[in-house]
């Protein structure tokens, strides 16, 4: 199977089935997405699909291949967008975490809403951390790098 | 000898915490791990103001067992307090030699030396010097005195300041947790283990058994021994799915010592306990008015966002030393422990610290870390075990619940006349290197079988389940009763703030009944037995910055609470104030804290750990209960166990009063009580009901609104 992850094309011989979240993380060398609970409640493995903040861990691959020309971003890879890059500077500026292990899928949470509507009101922000956990409560410096990337976006 | 810090009297030597180099830098060694509440940047700040560097001068190497020194756990919010006095102490002394050595090759007083970017300067010459050039001059292999003078807090430039932490960065790039570390030729393993703690392996056939878990695609390797039993394989995607099939083949004998879960106010009174007078001062006043009031808190789980993860490599050294990466709170005691449930020396173990997923006590790194140990020592490869979601909520210890009643009287003038406080709950402490014996859940599991420990709470002061037992107020007659239960249902250690979550819950909640009967302000009825000024500043601090209950702004459902504790009784000051509405459920609309923690080291980190110690503990006051049927825990999963989402997280306002001259504070666990009181107090403001169970869920609110 082939596909884009991180600008880059990679095969990769895995089976089907398996979530894309292993893929990622053993066969491709991107840590940043991480395992919770592999059942798609806590979104820590929480990745770009073709602009769309997916669940890695409840993603099989042959879903993500059967696409035409996909397009994945993780952490690694949205350091290199222009609205990736400002919302991890945001959540950098505020400190907006504490153990750091749920934050990467949230910035790609984030990313994705920030692309879709960049200056979305305090439902749709909601909405998008709806399917994500934080257990340090680092949640009210996670809402504010959020406004603070609105911000530097819609100046 | 001087009063030196507990944790140089146990590293004596400077070498043992200084280091000049790598490059240009300077290392600092610590005991005090990252646990992610920031205590990298406060350790850097301190000893970069004592050593008179950059923060980028200063490399800190904490929780190796080859090179750190053993400052014991990371816990209790002591790492500022004794890790923080450490490096201090360390810091000022290598700065005294240099500063010496630096005074001979200018040829300067030494007390016109300074020393700024690690560079030495005097007005009384134009050439310098600096830590790197002196380097050969200056012999660190020697004790500590504690005789160096420490620098002013008045002078403090780096210390004081918010220093970004310089562990985010990488973890908000890609690999960075222990999760994320591998090793060439590393294979994965996952351990098997019932839905609780003390289920063995239903009797099997060994070799039958290895077979047919050999037999599923993905295992390579299956390591049994007594009723620890570890499936293993190079793909960790095939072995979690093999896993799946495993947990199919596998049964397991029903829970030893599992009672039927009922509500905690009836079910501890009625558990063995051994019960003590631990404090008691001041004689009874003749009451006019008396009241009594019975509170509880229920087993909580760690819920840790990432489950526990370690790597152990058995070849990596001469004569097969056993390296373990682990996230830890203490890895000189795991490195003893493993070393000691495998019958190797210390020296043959190392245990290296690597960031986790949040921790917040004694959960499953340690355990973790021994199975991978065990199974690699086993395959005689290096391994990678994470436990899965389930195995995180049943198998990491709880903390334990804790019902604690209060009796009190009042005199004629609305002040407190006696005071009998009563605690029961099982030991908040059960981590390896506490009392005797092995702490590892797998060294209980394995053939010949480590036997577990008995259970020992912490006394007083510190205290286990009496932490924070002692209301902090001037009462002219106090007893606090420690009914100790000698045996827990469930797995039970540290959580976060100990017993201190219950006991100010109780007394925080029961003050504001006693206020109640004498129609005062609880506000007013606090400050009336408070003369500490610290206490009274914040609690008039946290009622300014809230507005306090201005008479004629109240809204129909929506209420006002406070909470105050001083951790422990002896560390950080908190106030908390919250506004709630209460409709079908509890909302939490804002919180407001005002701590005084002593000289402040980094304000935003501190005000981080206070934020998230409130929403935390929100998470617990309004939502969290593990639950458990005759067959073991049922909370496994995040359905079972749901903690606060994002829609549910008030507003927070963090209000710090810095004090210079007072010694810093830990805070980390500050806030976890006083917020669960003042929620309850404003649900109390709210609907003139008192909830006195936690978690005061919408079916516990609707059940106590029924019954008044
Ligand atoms: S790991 Fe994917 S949602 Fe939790
Ligand atoms: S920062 Fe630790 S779980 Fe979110």
Redesign the interface.
């Known amino acids: 199977m082939s596909f884009k992850v991180n600008g880059r094309t990679v095969e990769v011989d ?2 089907p089935d ?2 894309l979240l ?2 990622l ?2 066969d491709l ?4 997405s ?6 798609g ?2 979104g ?1 493995c929480t990745v770009l699909i073709d602009g769309h903040a997916v669940q890695s861990c409840t993603t099989p691959l042959w879903s993500v291949s059967s696409a035409p020309n996909p397009e994945i971003l993780t ?2 890879g949205l ?1 290199a967008d222009p609205i990736g890059a400002l919302v ?1 500077e945001a ?2 500026d505020e ?1 907006a ?8 899928g949230i ?1 790609v949470s984030v990313t994705a809403l920030l692309k879709r509507i960049p200056n979305p009101s305090q439902a749709e922000i ?1 909405e998008a ?2 399917r ?12 504010r790098a959020v406004d603070s990337a609105i911000r530097m976006l819609t100046p | 000898m001087k009063d030196l810090p507990s944790s140089i009297q146990k590293s004596p030597r400077l070498n043992q915490w200084i280091a000049i180099g790598p490059g240009k830098q300077i290392t600092a060694y610590s005991g005090k791990v990252e ?4 205590i990298g940047a406060a350790l850097t700040q301190i000893a970069c103001e004592e050593l008179g560097l950059t923060p980028q001068q200063l490399q800190l190497v904490a929780g190796h067992t080859g090179c750190s020194p053993d400052e014991l756990w990371t816990a209790g919010s002591q790492s500022i307090e004794v890790g923080g006095a450490a490096l201090r102490c360390a810091g000022a002394q290598a700065r005294a030699l240099f500063a010496r050595a630096a005074a001979s090759v200018l040829g300067v007083a030494e007390e016109s030396l300074r020393v700024e970017r690690g560079i030495f300067s005097s007005a009384q010459t134009q050439r310098v010097t600096d830590y790197w050039s002196l380097a050969g001059e200056v012999d660190l292999s020697v004790e500590i005195t504690g005789d160096a003078p420490l620098r002013s807090p008045c002078d403090y430039r780096i210390a004081g300041l ?1 220093l ?2 310089p ?3 990488a ?7 222990v ?2 570390f591998a090793l060439p030729g590393m294979l994965h393993a996952r351990v098997l283990r019932g839905p609780h703690t003390s289920c063995r392996l239903e009797p099997v056939a060994k070799e039958a058994l290895a077979a047919a878990l050999t037999a599923l695609p993905g295992v390579t390797a299956v390591v049994h021994s007594g009723n620890f039993l570890a499936i293993a394989g190079a ?4 072995l ?1 799915r093999a896993l799946v099939k495993a947990q199919k083949i596998v049964g397991w004998t029903k829970p030893q010592k599992l009672c039927v879960q009922g509500e905690i106010e009836e079910m501890l009174p009625a558990m063995a306990c051994e019960s003590s007078v631990v404090h008691l001062a001041g004689a009874p006043q003749t009451p006019v008015t008396q009241h009594r009031a019975r509170y509880s808190r229920p087993y909580l789980a ?6 526990s993860c370690a790597v152990a490599d058995p070849s990596g050294g001469p004569s097969s030393h056993l390296t373990i990466w682990s996230h830890t709170q203490g890895p000189h005691f795991l490195r003893d422990q493993i070393a000691s449930a495998l019958g190797r020396e210390k020296n043959e173990v190392d245990v290296i610290h690597m ?6 006590g004694h959960n499953g790194a340690d355990d973790v870390a021994f199975d991978a140990a065990f199974i690699a020592e086993m395959l005689g490869t290096p391994v990678r075990v ?1 436990w ?2 389930e195995d995180e909520l049943s198998h990491s210890p709880f903390g334990s619940a804790s019902l604690v009643e209060i009796e009190a009287g009042l005199d004629a003038g609305g002040k407190i006349s006696s005071w009998h406080l009563q605690v029961w709950s099982h030991t908040h402490i059960k981590r390896p290197g506490w009392d005797e014996g092995i702490n590892l859940l797998g060294a209980w599991a394995i053939e010949p079988a480590i036997p577990e420990p008995k259970d020992k709470d912490v006394s007083l002061p510190a205290g286990g389940g009496q932490r924070n037992a002692i209301a902090i107020y001037d009462l002219p007659h106090q007893a606090v009763t420690h009914h100790f239960i000698t045996r827990s249902p469930l797995r039970v250690s540290a959580l976060r703030s100990l017993g201190a979550y219950a006991n100010t819950f109780a007394i925080e909640s029961f003050l504001d009944e006693l206020a109640a009967k004498v129609e005062t302000d609880p506000v007013t009825f606090r400050l009336r037995h408070l003369a500490d000024p610290r206490a009274r500043a914040v609690i008039e601090a946290v009622a300014k910055a809230s507005g306090w209950r201005q008479p004629g702004a109240e809204i129909a459902n929506t209420g006002m609470g406070i909470g105050f504790g001083r951790y422990k009784n002896r560390s950080a000051y908190c106030a908390v104030v919250a506004r709630v509405r209460v409709e079908e459920k509890v909302h939490v609309e804002k919180v407001w804290a005002v701590v005084d923690a002593g000289r402040v080291v980094n304000p ?2 501190l005000t ?2 206070i ?6 503990s929100l ?1 617990w006051t309004l939502k969290e209960a593990v639950t458990w049927s005759e067959s073991g825990i049922t909370s496994q ?3 079972g166990y749901p ?5 549910e ?1 008030p ?2 306002e963090v209000l710090l009063l810095d004090r210079i001259d007072e010694p810093s504070l830990g805070c980390g666990e500050a806030a976890a009580g006083p917020t669960a009181a003042a929620v309850a107090n404003a649900v109390a403001h709210a609907l003139g009901v008192r909830a006195r169970h936690l978690p005061l869920t919408a079916e516990r609110l609707t059940r106590l609104i029924d019954e008044t």
Not at chain 1, 132 to 143: K, T
Not at chain 2, 302 to 307: D, E, L, Q, T
Not at chain 2, 355 to 360: K, N, R, S
Request: with cysteine.
């Open positions: 895995a089976d398996a979530p292993y893929v993380r053993n060398d991107f840590k940043g991480r395992f919770g609970c592999g059942t409640h806590c820590a952490i690694e350091i991890r959540f950098l400190q975490a504490q153990c750091g292990y749920c934050i990467n910035i909601l951390l709806s994500h956990l934080c257990r340090c409560g680092s949640h009210v410096r996670i809402l | 646990l992610g509440q920031g918010s970004a932490r562990d985010l960065p973890k908000l790039s890609g690999a960075a947790f999760h994320d793909d960790e995607e095939e979690v760690h819920a840790s966002i990432g489950p960031p986790g997923a949040g921790c917040y994470q899965m979601r935003d980190g981080n750990q934020e998230g110690g409130i929403i935390q998470s999963t995040w359905d903690i606060l989402t994002f829609d997280v507003e927070v």
